[in-house]
């Protein structure tokens, strides 16, 4: 049985706690047995905030105000969150100003925060004030019974990373999502030896939930939907039993299953990305590209951006969409189909002619 925390409940929230009142919210709770040594516990999952500044300390209003919301929301959370995922592109050009005004918009956070590392952050200096200000690129650590990864899945070969004029030119060109002088990201080979490394020392029975940026699996490469040794990642951690990744860049819903491993994706608090055409849309339906907050209604803040929530109760996950201009979604691993659902869209039918 699956319970959500309702939009009017973290609204609820919210104006309790300005009255001075007590929160009660409910978060996700998945009723099934948890594997020996784990408890029951949920994370929250902030990403994609594109903190960017216009000059000095001004910066773009509204994206501040995405990552506020959801900093302000996750506070609220009760129970509380074990701690809060980042999941990579606080800044949008890598700028030293835009990661500190991220940080300072994260800082009043509650809880622990660790950071997965995204392309907007990475390609100006190739993550150095990242290592040194906020995180490693790549690290593991297990919390009540799970073996948790974040991987630096935005790499891409070093020919590529080294044939610019300058550091601003080589951003620039992979801050646009459909610019054709980009490269497809990768994990690489060091790192997928640190990560078999890593991997031999936990029991095949032990759930892993693996925390990269762009999808370990490869969804459209055009837009660098896409990591181009996901086989290989994917084959590191086939003998597990239970493996999820979650992932953000893609800006949008996503979830899938291959073999064992439940694949998940973030919305961001910046902006929307329209689907790709992979998705089987129709030439003619495909929004114009590069232009940063894509929308119907650009009256509408909010619209398909957000947060979410995670549920670690069985070792497999169920994801809780705060949509703050949309109904909330759950996404949760069917015991039954084993596979991930969308508890309330997965098995809509949608007419031909709406095809997205
Ligand atoms: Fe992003
Ligand atoms: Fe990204």
Same mark, same amino acid.
């Given at each position: 049985?699956?319970?959500?925390?309702?939009?009017?409940?973290?609204?609820?929230?919210?104006?309790?706690?300005?009255?001075?009142?007590?929160?009660?919210?409910?978060?996700?709770?998945?009723?099934?047995?948890?594997?020996?040594?784990?408890?029951?516990?949920?994370?929250?999952?902030?990403?994609?905030s594109?903190i960017?500044?216009?000059?000095?300390?001004?910066?773009?209003?509204?994206?501040?105000?995405?990552l506020?919301?959801?900093?302000?929301?996750?506070?609220?959370?009760?129970?509380?969150?074990?701690?809060?995922?980042f999941?990579?592109?606080l800044a949008?050009?890598?700028?030293?100003?835009e990661l500190d005004h991220g940080l300072d918009l994260l800082?009043?956070?509650?809880?622990?925060?660790?950071?997965?590392?995204?392309?907007?952050d990475?390609?100006?200096?190739?993550?150095?004030?990242?290592?040194?200000?906020?995180?490693?690129?790549?690290?593991?650590?297990?919390?009540?019974?799970?073996?948790?990864?974040?991987?630096?899945?935005?790499?891409?070969?070093?020919?590529?990373?080294?044939?610019?004029?300058?550091?601003?030119?080589?951003?620039?060109?992979?801050?646009?999502?459909?610019?054709?002088?980009?490269?497809?990201?990768?994990?690489?080979?060091?790192?997928?030896?640190?990560?078999?490394?890593?991997?031999?020392?936990?029991?095949?029975?032990?759930?892993?939930?693996?925390?990269?940026?762009?999808?370990?699996?490869?969804?459209?490469?055009?837009?660098?939907?896409?990591?181009?040794?996901?086989?290989?990642?994917?084959?590191?951690?086939?003998?597990?039993?239970?493996?999820?990744?979650?992932?953000?860049?893609?800006?949008?819903?996503?979830?899938?299953?291959?073999? =064992?491993?439940? @694949? %998940?994706?973030?919305? $961001? *608090?910046? &902006?929307?990305?329209?689907?790709?055409? #992979?998705?089987?849309?129709?030439?003619?339906?495909?929004?114009?590209?590069?232009?940063?907050?894509?929308? =119907?209604?650009? @009256? %509408?803040?909010?619209? $398909? *951006?957000? &947060?979410?929530?995670?549920?670690?109760? #069985?070792?497999?996950?169920?994801?809780?969409?705060?949509?703050?201009?949309?109904?909330?979604?759950?996404? =949760?691993?069917?015991?039954?189909?084993?596979?991930?659902?969308?508890?309330?869209?997965?098995?809509?039918?949608?007419?031909?002619?709406?095809?997205?």
């Amino acid at each position: 049985m699956v319970k959500t925390l309702s939009r009017r409940a973290l609204v609820k929230g919210a104006s309790a706690l300005a009255a001075g009142g007590v929160l009660d919210m409910t978060l996700v709770k998945l009723a099934f047995g948890a594997p020996s040594g784990a408890g029951d516990f949920t994370f929250a999952y902030i990403s994609d905030s594109h903190i960017q500044q216009i000059e000095g300390g001004k910066f773009v209003r509204n994206w501040d105000r995405g990552l506020k919301r959801a900093v302000a929301e996750a506070n609220l959370l009760n129970p509380k969150p074990d701690f809060v995922m980042f999941g990579g592109d606080l800044a949008q050009l890598g700028k030293k100003e835009e990661l500190d005004h991220g940080l300072d918009l994260l800082s009043p956070l509650r809880y622990d925060v660790k950071y997965v590392l995204g392309e907007h952050d990475y390609y100006l200096d190739l993550g150095e004030y990242w290592a040194d200000k906020i995180s490693k690129h790549y690290y593991s650590w297990d919390h009540k019974g799970v073996h948790f990864i974040v991987l630096n899945s935005i790499i891409v070969d070093e020919a590529w990373t080294n044939k610019w004029a300058t550091p601003m030119e080589r951003m620039l060109v992979m801050a646009g999502l459909d610019d054709p002088r980009g490269s497809p990201f990768m994990v690489g080979e060091k790192q997928r030896q640190w990560l078999a490394a890593d991997l031999a020392k936990v029991p095949k029975s032990t759930p892993v939930v693996v925390f990269s940026h762009s999808p370990l699996q490869k969804i459209f490469k055009n837009w660098n939907f896409w990591t181009d040794d996901a086989e290989e990642v994917q084959a590191l951690l086939k003998p597990f039993s239970k493996v999820t990744v979650i992932y953000g860049h893609v800006h949008q819903i996503q979830y899938n299953q291959i073999g =064992a491993i439940s @694949f %998940h994706s973030v919305m $961001a *608090t910046a &902006w929307p990305w329209p689907y790709p055409e #992979t998705y089987a849309q129709e030439g003619s339906l495909l929004p114009v590209m590069t232009v940063p907050m894509n929308r =119907a209604d650009p @009256f %509408h803040e909010r619209d $398909a *951006t957000g &947060w979410q929530f995670v549920d670690v109760h #069985t070792g497999n996950v169920a994801l809780s969409y705060s949509l703050p201009d949309n109904s909330p979604r759950v996404v =949760a691993y069917d015991e039954k189909l084993k596979r991930p659902r969308d508890l309330q869209y997965s098995e809509r039918t949608i007419p031909p002619h709406m095809h997205y």
